[in-house]
């Protein structure tokens, strides 16, 4: 038996002015260049910088001041070298020294295809025969960069499809890594990864047998000062690239799926 199949003239296109509000980082040096300069400014001269870039931002991005402010808590290590306490910045020089670090990344600007479908879990209050389901997308932005994009769509009883509207807002997950770390395990998957044995055993004898992601990284960081072969610096950071695969993501409660 033949099943026919009837293309539908619904288009999804990428839309350019989708953004968000990534962490922008260039090296530790003109990091701490930008923060020395942010600190010999005056407390009203930050407040008239940061006031209209608030304004600004706040039109494309869900609680623009939650994302400064966590841009410039990335930076801690960097004020505790500098000396400065980060507990005593106010809260406008706070979101001028995270608005240096953020900068706008277009997700959708360079491509917008691999299109997969699923029922939406929600299918409260539809008529009969409509169908709610939740469309992906991997979209590629500048520096072609992959995200996984989501649209909401509506199927009637005769299998018209009716695609929602992206929302206003789009957000990029939080990266939570794991607090506490196992040891024995960590070292056992570290192992079959081939990193260096020497590097694993040294590493392993200055930790806790419960490590904080923290704790490893300051080692890590101690031992390459220690180290002039790059190559060997690199074995170093595999081990940091490891701790970095454990982790989940979060949104916030009121992001939209689109």
Not at 19 to 42: C, E, P, W, Y
Not at 53 to 59: M, N, R, V
Request: proline fraction near 3%; charge should be neutral.
């Amino acid at each position: 038996m033949r099943l026919p199949i009837v293309r539908k003239p619904i288009r999804v296109n990428p839309d350019s002015r989708r953004v968000i509000a990534r962490f922008f980082f260039n090296g530790n040096d003109r990091a701490k260049q930008v923060l020395q300069r942010v600190m010999v400014i005056s407390e009203d001269t930050a407040f008239g910088i940061v006031s209209p870039l608030l304004q600004e931002y706040s039109k494309r991005h869900r609680n623009i001041t939650r994302v400064l402010n966590r841009h410039c808590s990335k930076l801690k290590p960097l004020f505790e070298e500098l000396g400065i306490d980060f507990d005593t910045l106010t809260v406008y020089r706070k979101l001028l020294i995270g608005s240096y670090f953020t900068h706008e990344y277009s997700i959708e600007s360079a491509a917008f295809f691999n299109p997969s479908i699923v029922d939406d879990p929600d299918q409260t209050e539809l008529e009969d025969g409509q169908r709610r389901v939740i469309m992906s997308f991997r979209a590629v932005g500048e520096g072609h960069i992959s995200s996984i994009t989501f649209r909401r769509a509506l199927f009637d009883k005769n299998n018209n499809i009716t695609v929602l509207p992206a929302g206003n807002y789009i957000d990029e997950a939080e990266i939570v890594r794991n607090a506490v770390y196992n040891k024995r395990l960590f070292f056992e998957k570290a192992v079959t990864t081939q990193i260096n044995i020497d590097v694993l055993k040294e590493l392993e004898s200055k930790l806790d047998h419960h490590f904080e992601y923290s704790n490893l990284r300051r080692i890590i960081l101690d031992s390459q000062k220690l180290q002039e072969n790059d190559m060997q610096k690199l074995e170093y950071d595999k081990v940091l690239w490891l701790a970095d695969s454990y982790y989940e993501i979060v949104f916030s409660l009121d992001t939209d799926i689109s």
